[in-house]
């Protein structure tokens, strides 16, 4: 089987990890800000996993990661954030690059494109991106197809130009509009408003108000911005107060009075200033989560279960009768008095590089108001967004859907007016845009390309308006101010893997310059301009597809030498459903209109299919994504549980063999795998040999930030696992049973060399990440021994996809024991020694995993059932990060290995102990090895006939946990630096096990530490 650098032992994944993790926060990729989606490769990976499989096995890592990285300094250091800079292809010799020139890629789940993008910036000869949803083809057109057509026209500034001037066109339009100027006041940057609903107890209106704070920002010394809100009763009105806090010396002295997790009160130089409702003590009124509010007005508690609750059915009240009256069947006052109605509290100002906050009066909801009646006169305006969101809803979906039904109901009376006039003037944009090069000449197929290219680019603007401009955003008070001032204080409607109410929600003014349409145009045009200077000079063809992974019918018979391509996650993101809120505004802005209905203009393939509106993305492809969701399942197919789950395997399943059918036959597959868990990794393994696929190598990608508590112990498994794929040459099956001895040993042999090729190719650079790093990529080569002849065999029978995940766990846990020369037997055993051998300590000295990370290592202790770490839990093996009481296993949690962190402390280890759930004192009370063991080492601190005494005790009591113990210290000695490693070699000298300290094994974490 032919072998490309990705896949040899010196393809430098930890430095390209460094360079991934610097993509965050301003290192982030400019067209990232263009607008928001749920999953984003990072570009320093993409380009070293392309480059690195078109190389041959033996290149230089060295000149490897200079090529990929021209500001690479070595020792994991960066002169420039890696993406910055395009690659140095000068370092390659002329036969390198031309291979690379004639290479064909293939990416048919590209999303936003990264991974394409990257392949065209190393100049890779034909690039398709190919994808289902109509808004993720529309995107990928952005963020490949029009820069590099517009720099092989040598029109790319002129673009980024045009698209600047036609936006501030639309700017000033909209500045302009009588209406918009009625309804806006031209100082106030962002209106905070929520819903209110009539109480039932005392039949007045209350504010339900999710979070009393405006600002709570701290500065170097103590704060740097503190405002809340307080509830005042005037007559029948709750009216709402501001308090704020803007002397420089009060700032700094305030501290915080705590009520629980809730602040109560301020205090400053003495004085108590009360946060929110005093009667509520800084909670808020409103708690969907246990459908519980609290009145304002006369403090009654309002509560209810499920739909039946007050609050939700009022707010299905509201929209009921917002229908009517839109469609003139009640008049606005029988709206006003619905049961629940929107509401403004806060306006925000801005001076300075500060926020200022004043309280909203009775004529800011007027404006709301008249903003309706507005709408009323235009009803039945094709601009309006009257398509169904979904009508299953669930975890990753959440409420809004199921309450507000249409995605017009989404936005306040105001947002909506202003966002119909926007689609408008987008749209006639493109017209002009179209008109203009025309008139100077150009022919009708460039000029109609041209005037999309802008006109996508406005709309891309407009939506990413619309998602910072809903009754779902919610403002956040925590975050600092600087020159994108209010941005910063409000999350967006997409905020999260779902749409989820917000009680406070922010609207911004769409007609000044900081917060309105003008900024959005400013971050589309600096994300296109980097886009035009990263491809600009690129000989790379580009083909952007609306196609069916499962199917790809658009690509005929062609073949491709590599594909690279992030699949979606079994159970993660619902992209149709979610996507459709931007879908629904780019199909208005990029089509005409002709009297009540969208006509085809722009990307018609993307709209109208047989010159018929596609509705909405969920209607018409939700259920051929590949992904799991129950909600889909059941409304399409009326499916169980059990049967959605098999429907995904065989999804994932045909897009792996429509890849393989186009896939040359020397040529590689690479996926990006970002799951733990078994039914996952069943899936993927399931999925490639359906196709004869073998995995030949994987790495983990960082995509979390090193300075995250958590990241630092557990974040390389749920990171990206990188995994590669080649067609099985020769069909001859492994057979397990006949060969398990010979497996394993191979297993050794694996974990060995992958460790050695590590410290001998890497710079001692991220050695938290090491162990991690050296299980998956063993993992994938174990799975790739057992795969190499097509699917194994057991006995003479063909071993299940299931089976072939947990013999290579098995595998690698025992060659992980036997190269520690141990022989461990028990699974409790097996498990605490491959955590302590995967995971770095952390900063408490102590290691940190995921539920999914530790459920990925369960599989080789034969841990089975539904909750595989309930044992190790329950047996004190593990306990819950940051939390002093669990009831249950989770698994959706981080988990802290219970350990000494100490050599020698008496006291921690008795600590441990108790964690563990034993008493020292009682053998009879163990149940695992890890508890023998962890008792040994404390009566190993005693004297040597003590601690002989207590040995023959325990033995005594449960030989098997014993000796299982002592197993498993030989197996912790060989962990040098670790304060287990002396602990174990005192047990193992007190019985009389020598251990030659010279032969003992030093990690390689420790290595790079030194």
């Not at 806090?245 to 009360?274: Q, W």
């Not at 979904?390 to 909506?416: A, E, S, V």
């Not at 399931?686 to 630092?712: N, Q």
């Amino acid at each position: 089987m032919l072998s490309s650098f990705l896949e040899a032992g010196e393809f430098p994944v930890e430095v390209v990890n460094i360079a991934s993790s610097k993509e965050k926060g301003p290192g982030r990729p400019p067209f990232w800000e263009m607008v928001f989606w749920w999953t984003r490769k990072p570009l320093a990976s993409a380009r070293a996993v392309i480059l690195a499989s078109l190389l041959p096995a033996d290149f230089n890592s060295n000149t490897f990661l200079r090529t990929v990285y021209p500001s690479y300094q070595g020792g994991g250091r960066f002169g420039k954030t890696p993406h910055f800079l395009n690659p140095n292809l000068g370092n390659l010799s002329r036969e390198l690059r031309e291979k690379i020139g004639k290479a064909r890629l293939l990416d048919p789940f590209a999303g936003f494109g990264s991974i394409p993008l990257e392949a065209v910036r190393l100049g890779v000869g034909e690039v398709v991106a190919a994808e289902l949803l109509p808004t993720a083809y529309i995107f990928l057109k952005a963020v490949l197809e029009y820069p590099k057509w517009a720099s092989s026209e040598r029109l790319g500034e002129r673009l980024v130009g045009d698209v600047e001037r036609w936006g501030m066109w639309v700017v000033e339009r909209l500045r302009e509009d009588p209406d918009l100027r009625e309804l806006y006041d031209e100082d106030v940057a962002v209106y905070i408003g929520t819903w209110e609903v009539k109480c039932p107890y005392c039949g007045r209106y209350t504010p339900l108000v999710g979070n009393w704070w405006l600002a709570r920002v701290k500065g170097e010394r103590g704060f740097k911005a503190l405002a809340w809100m307080r509830p005042v009763l005037e007559g029948d009105r709750v009216e709402i107060r501001v308090e704020e806090v803007t002397d420089p010396g009060e700032l700094e002295s305030a501290t915080l009075v705590k009520r629980g997790d809730k602040i109560a009160a301020v205090e400053i130089n003495g004085r108590r200033l009360t946060v929110g409702d005093p009667a509520l003590q800084g909670d808020p009124n409103i708690n969907a989560r246990k459908s519980e509010a609290i009145c304002l007005a006369c403090h009654a508690r309002i509560t209810g279960s499920g739909e039946k609750w007050h609050v939700k059915s009022s707010l299905r009240e509201w929209n009921r009768k917002l229908e009517e009256y839109l469609r003139g069947e009640i008049t606005l006052e029988q709206l006003r008095q619905a049961p629940a109605r929107p509401r403004i509290l806060v306006k925000v100002k801005i001076r300075g590089d500060s926020l200022h906050f004043e309280p909203a009066t009775s004529m800011d909801d007027e404006k709301l108001w008249r903003a309706l009646e507005k709408l009323r006169q235009i009803w039945g305006d094709p601009d309006i967004p009257t398509e169904p969101m979904t009508p299953y809803g669930g975890p990753t979906l959440g409420d809004p859907p199921l309450i507000f039904r249409n995605f017009y109901k989404l936005f306040n009376p105001r947002q909506l007016l202003t966002l119909v006039k926007l689609v408008k003037l987008v749209r006639e944009a493109g017209r002009k845009v179209e008109e203009e090069k025309l008139g100077e000449g150009w022919d009708r197929e460039k000029a109609h390309k041209y005037a999309e290219a802008v006109t996508t680019y406005l709309a891309i603007a407009l939506v990413k308006q619309a998602d910072y401009n809903s009754i779902v955003v919610a403002w956040n008070p925590a975050t600092g101010f600087g020159s994108s001032l209010a941005l910063l204080h409000a999350g967006h409607t997409l905020s999260f893997r779902g749409i989820a109410m917000a009680w406070n929600f922010v609207e911004y003014n769409f007609i000044i310059d900081k917060v309105g349409y003008e900024k959005f145009t400013s971050m589309v045009i600096d994300g296109l301009s980097y886009l035009v200077s990263a491809v600009s000079g690129s000989p790379s063809r580009v083909r952007v597809l609306l196609d069916d992974a499962t199917v790809l019918s658009k690509l005929g018979g062609e073949k491709f030498d590599l594909i690279v391509t992030d699949p979606p996650y079994r159970d993660d993101v619902p992209y149709a459903e979610l996507s459709d809120f931007y879908y629904v505004w780019l199909k208005r802005a990029l089509s005409d209109v002709e009297g009540s209905l969208l006509k085809p203009r722009f990307h018609a393939d993307a709209f109208f299919r047989d010159g018929v509106e596609v509705a909405t993305q969920w209607e018409w492809f939700a259920s051929r994504e590949v992904s799991l969701s129950l909600g889909r399942c059941k409304y399409f197919e009326g499916l169980a549980e059990q049967l959605c789950e098999e429907k995904y395997r065989e999804m994932l399943a045909k897009s792996f063999r429509a890849m393989a059918d186009r896939l040359s036959e020397d040529g590689v597959l690479v996926t990006y795998f970002a799951q733990s868990s078994r039914e996952g990794w069943i899936a993927l393994i399931e999925a490639g040999l359906s196709r004869d696929l073998a995995p030949t190598s994987a790495f983990p990608v960082l995509t979390e930030s090193e300075e995250s508590v958590v990241a630092r112990g557990k974040s390389a498994i749920t990171a990206s696992i990188v995994v590669s794929w080649r067609k099985v040459k020769e069909a001859k099956p492994v057979d397990v049973a006949a060969d398990y001895e010979q497996l394993l040993d191979k297993a050794v042999k694996v974990v060995k060399e992958v460790e050695s090729s590590l410290a001998k190719a890497h710079e001692k650079v991220a050695p938290s990440m090491f162990g991690v790093t050296v299980y998956v990529m063993s993992y994938a080569k174990v799975l790739g021994l057992l795969t190499s002849g097509g699917r194994p065999v057991k006995s003479g029978k063909q071993v299940g996809s299931g089976e072939i995940a947990e013999i290579a766990s098995e595998l690698l846990a025992r060659a992980y024991a036997r190269g520690a020369g141990a022989n461990l037997s028990l699974g409790d055993s097996v498990f605490y020694f491959l955590v302590k051998k995967v995971f770095a300590r952390g900063g408490e000295g102590r290691r940190l995993a995921s539920s999914s990370d530790l459920i990925l290592l369960s599989y080789g202790t034969q841990a089975g059932g539904a909750r595989p770490l309930e044992g190790f839990w329950k047996r004190g093996i593990i306990k819950a990060y940051g939390r002093e009481e669990e009831t249950e296993v989770s698994s959706r949690k981080t988990y802290i290995l219970v350990e000494p962190s100490r050599a020698g402390d008496e006291v921690e280890l008795a600590e441990v102990l108790k964690l563990h759930g034993v008493n020292p004192e009682n053998p009879k009370t163990f149940k695992s090895p890890v508890h023998v063991l962890h008792a040994l080492m404390l009566y190993s601190m005693r004297p040597k006939d003590v601690f002989k005494k207590y040995y023959d005790k325990a033995y005594s009591e449960n030989p098997q946990l014993t000796s299982e113990a002592l197993e498993l210290a030989k197996a912790l000695s060989t962990l040098g630096g670790d304060p287990e490693a002396e602990l174990s070699l005192r047990v193992l000298d007190y019985v009389g096990v020598r251990v030659e300290r010279q032969n003992r094994g030093v990690s390689l974490l420790d290595y790079l530490k030194r």
